[in-house]
């Protein structure tokens, strides 16, 4: 964007608009590849946590 003497938009310079886009989507991408990887790990997690609370649940059943 450019601008005039008064500070208003003169121009826009669409010929470089699709390197931003290009930059924003790959950090978006980024940042998705990332999150998918933090939710993977979040579920592996919480099925370890589930199956050790089973594992007790089924030791405790047992005792009685």
């Known amino acids: ?4 003497a008064d ?4 121009t826009v310079h669409y010929e470089v608009l699709p390197t931003l ?3 924003e ?8 590849a990332a999150l998918a990887r933090d939710l993977a790990a979040a579920q592996s997690q919480l099925k370890a946590l589930a199956d050790r609370l089973a594992s007790l649940e089924t030791r405790e059943a047992a005792r009685r």
């Open 1 to 4: 964007v450019e601008y005039d």
């Open 7 to 10: 500070g208003q938009v003169e």
């Open 25 to 32: 989507v790959q950090r978006l991408e980024r940042d998705r």
């Open 21 to 23: 886009l290009l930059a």
